[in-house]
């Protein structure tokens, strides 16, 4: 006698969400199977983000009911997703610095954690059992963010996990990182587990998963099966016929100096902060030069100190053209014609409370959105507005409130708020992290534009494809010191895996010795 197929491990019916102003899910219908590992796939602001919440109980939909291996549920919350054996690692991880492994996953587990030992136990053999090897002794400070991820995914791991939720996990990770994921993710599905997994890289969507859901504005617009198609057509799916196909760019060798760091050595006041190590870096005006390196090597303490929030103890240590800046703060050196796309999207990029337009202020104002001392608001809504239109933010109006943005929307508005500007000096970090594809491109293209137009810029990035495609000249950041930069035609991405490493200059050490 034939067996009946297992009824799908979840089941969307018609899930709806309405946000003011915003039909974020429109009547959503999706199955996934038993051992499934399936994609979830959508242009900035599509619903995806929302969706999850709804699975993992953190947003009530409006209509709609879920099924959980064939019978209704009402998730009540995450608490009660994680009994059924729901587990989610979100885009950010939430882990105490000082705290141990098993403490923070003791914590994130409450009443089920049991006592230390036996989790940490549990802790390592699940970790190796799965090739994520831990020290559940290790404090989380002293891990790279690939294995601070691994703590999240290993906290969903200790318990029973039946549906595993993952929101752009490979954002953060370095390549040798992603395939070792992959590896985690079969060997979960292998065993039972079902996968719903967030991204905007469609090859690792293709390389990874056996069935994608695509949502366009909040319904679900497309089905297929990733290992049929190619990153083309299903970006096609996504966005609609007209997508950008995928280009190059020329490469230019600037002409003078503009952004010059000399000998630029510092203690980070942050106890877990990276000592940055006699870092000399040159952009030249007409020219895009790109920085990869693993999240958490001394990024933070160079964009601080290149914006002004770090102040030099000589101010010749950096310099704008011929201007020594070292010790003038950011509006000072914005005045001077600096741009600045932080790392942190919301508190820093943009206040979460605030309307797009008084963000648009907060940066602008000095493109005469204050004049005699006075907001002139009317101007400041035109700027809003600009940048919506320009940058296809998807938002009901300008007066919306930065943390209503999707993620991908949020990085659009400020990137295209700092481009418009028209800076002579451009910094950014991760210009495009969590923008949907086209949106990308769209970026990579006023990036160039801007470049053209004879500005300076410098993109520090942990997307080595991006890092390749857009700069001129290249190079990476490890333990606070700086590799060569070289013409980019002149590197590789094997290469620049080594820089990352730390594998550019043997005689680093002796030359951080006082
Ligand atoms: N709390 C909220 N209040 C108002 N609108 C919201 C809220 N949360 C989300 N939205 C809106 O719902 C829509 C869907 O957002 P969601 O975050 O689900 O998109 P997404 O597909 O995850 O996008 P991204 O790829 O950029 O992360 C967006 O237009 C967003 O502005």
């Known amino acids: 006698m034939k067996q009946n197929p297992p009824p799908p491990r ?22 996934i199977a038993p051992a499934e590992i399936h994609a979830l796939l959508g ?20 209509r709609g009911e879920l099924l959980w291996d064939g019978l209704p549920i009402e998730v009540k919350d995450p608490a009660h997703a994680r009994k059924m054996g729901i587990g989610m690692v979100f885009q950010h991880f939430s882990l105490f610095e000082t705290l141990t492994v098993t403490e923070n996953i003791a914590l994130a587990l409450g009443d089920d954690a049991g006592e230390l030992e036996p989790l940490a136990e549990k802790i390592r053999t699940v970790s190796e059992k799965y090739g994520m090897a831990i020290n559940p002794e290790r404090e989380i400070h002293t891990l790279s963010v690939g294995e601070r991820q691994r703590v999240e995914i290993v906290r969903c791991l200790v318990q029973n996990i039946k549906l595993l939720i993952l929101d752009e996990p490979t954002s953060v990770l370095t390549p040798q990182e992603v395939d070792t994921l992959f590896v985690t993710l079969r060997q979960l599905a292998h065993e039972g587990c079902s996968i719903l997994f967030i991204s905007h890289k469609l090859n690792e969507v293709k390389a990874l998963c056996h ?15 990733p290992a049929d198609e190619d990153t083309t057509s299903m970006a096609k799916l996504m966005v609609g016929d007209d997508t950008p196909v ?22 980070s006041p942050d106890p877990f902060g990276v000592q940055l190590k006699h870092i000399n870096l040159t952009v030249n005006a007409g020219e895009i030069v790109g920085i990869a390196g693993v999240a958490g090597n001394g990024q933070e303490e160079l964009l601080a100190s290149l914006s002004g929030e770090q102040r030099c103890k000589d101010n010749k240590t950096i310099t704008f053209a011929d201007t020594p800046v070292g010790k003038l703060s950011p509006d000072k050196r914005r005045e ?43 101007k400041a809504e035109a700027f809003a507005d600009d940048i919506i239109a320009q940058y296809k933010v998807k938002t009901p109006s300008r007066q919306a409130q930065a943390d209503s943005l999707s993620g991908g929307n949020l990085q659009k508005f400020i990137i295209g708020r700092e481009i418009m500007q028209n800076p002579r000096i451009l910094i950014a970090a991760h210009p495009t992290w969590g923008v949907d594809i086209g949106a990308a491109t769209a970026i990579h293209k006023a990036l160039i534009n801007l470049r053209d137009q004879g500005a300076a810029i410098l993109v520090v990035s942990e997307d080595i494809d991006e890092l390749f495609l857009i700069s001129d000249r290249i190079g990476a950041i490890c333990d606070g010191a700086l590799s060569p930069i070289k013409p980019t035609p002149e590197s590789s991405i094997p290469e620049l895996g080594r820089m990352m490493a730390g594998d550019f200059n043997p005689a680093r050490e002796e030359r951080v010795t006082p």
Not at 24 to 30: R, V
Not at 211 to 222: E, I, N, P
């Open 43 to 62: 242009e900035n602001g599509a619903g995806k983000s929302t969706l999850m919440k709804v699975i993992y109980g953190l947003v009530k939909p409006d």
């Open 211 to 225: 069935k994608a859901t695509v949502l366009r504005s909040g319904r679900v617009s497309g089905e297929c099966i």
């Open 10 to 31: 979840l089941t969307l019916r018609g899930i709806s969400k309405q946000y003011p102003g915003c039909l974020a899910n429109d009547d959503i219908h999706l199955d």
């Open 246 to 267: 995928s280009t190059t760019y020329p490469k230019k060798l600037g002409n003078s100096p503009l952004l010059s760091v000399h000998d630029l050595n510092l203690n």
């Open 336 to 378: 001077w014609g600096l741009a600045f796309v932080p790392e942190e999207r919301l508190g820093r990029g943009a206040v979460p409370e605030m309307s797009l337009t008084e963000n648009a202020l907060l940066t602008g104002f000095l493109t005469g959105l204050v004049q005699n001392g006075m907001v002139a608001w009317k």
